[in-house]
């Protein structure tokens, strides 16, 4: 059973619209990431939160805004996005960074942009 | 060359078989090195860790090999359910997990 849970699990969305992603782990952990997934490929890491504070961004587009309210919860809110941004994605949680501790994933949300 | 390379497979086995595959990596100060699980359009879930002196998880063994610089994942007496794809993770430098494309594995009644 999966400790780190994110909403909604799927999401269909215009190209016009806003819309956010959210996700909350109860493990104590205090760093948090946001990866993309395409089908048959890896996840690619989008960015990595830190203590609630944003510590990596993988040059992803402004049209992603990530937000850590608290070490709890971890929010990634849309807009404007392009048919290409269809994927799934993932959150994952690890004890603390940016030591290579394991990460644990939720179970994703499945974004379709149309 | 990639940071981190898997067989893709598929590995197409009976249920019972052992199964084996690697995973090389291209960055010698790597320091941490995991095996995830991920079942079509499921999340990746840890399978183990990987440690310098091997390990060894029911059915599941793990082994590094820093001189030639991979891991490598056996599974005995395959279960139906093992049937997934099995994506070696290994950490570039402080921060980043690099994930290989997977390797699927498919066991078969």
């Known amino acids: 059973d999966t400790e780190v849970t994110q909403t909604p699990k799927h999401l269909v969305m215009g190209m016009t619209n806003k819309k956010s992603l959210k996700c909350e782990q109860h493990?104590?952990?205090?760093?948090m990431y946001w990866y993309k997934q395409k089908a048959k490929k890896p996840p690619e890491l989008m960015f990595v939160?830190?203590?609630?504070?944003?510590?990596i961004n993988e040059s992803v587009p402004s049209r992603f805004s990530p937000e850590c309210p608290n070490s709890s919860l971890l929010n990634l809110h849309l807009h404007a996005l392009q048919p290409e941004d269809s994927a799934l994605y993932l959150c994952?949680?690890?004890?603390?960074?940016?030591?290579?501790?394991?990460?644990?994933f939720g179970p994703g949300t499945r974004l379709t942009v149309t | 060359r990639k940071e981190v390379e898997q067989d893709p497979g598929p590995f197409n086995v009976p249920e019972g078989a052992t199964v084996a595959f690697n995973c090389t990596y291209s960055?010698?100060?790597?320091?941490?090195f995991f095996w995830y699980r991920q079942d079509c359009r499921k999340e990746p879930k840890l399978l183990m860790s990987?440690?310098?002196s091997g390990n060894e998880d029911g059915r599941f063994t793990a082994q590094l090999n820093r001189a030639s610089q991979y891991i490598s994942l056996l599974i005995r007496d395959s279960k139906l359910s093992d049937s997934a794809t099995y994506l070696c993770?290994?950490?570039?430098?402080?921060?980043?997990?690099?994930f290989g494309a997977g390797t699927t594995v498919t066991v078969r009644a």
């Open positions: 994952a949680s690890s004890q603390e960074h940016p030591f290579p501790y394991e990460q644990y």
């Open positions: 493990m104590g952990h205090r760093a």
């Open positions: 939160y830190s203590y609630e504070k944003l510590s």
């Open positions: 960055n010698s100060a790597s320091q941490s």
């Open positions: 990987v440690y310098s």
């Open positions: 993770v290994v950490t570039l430098d402080d921060y980043k997990l690099s």
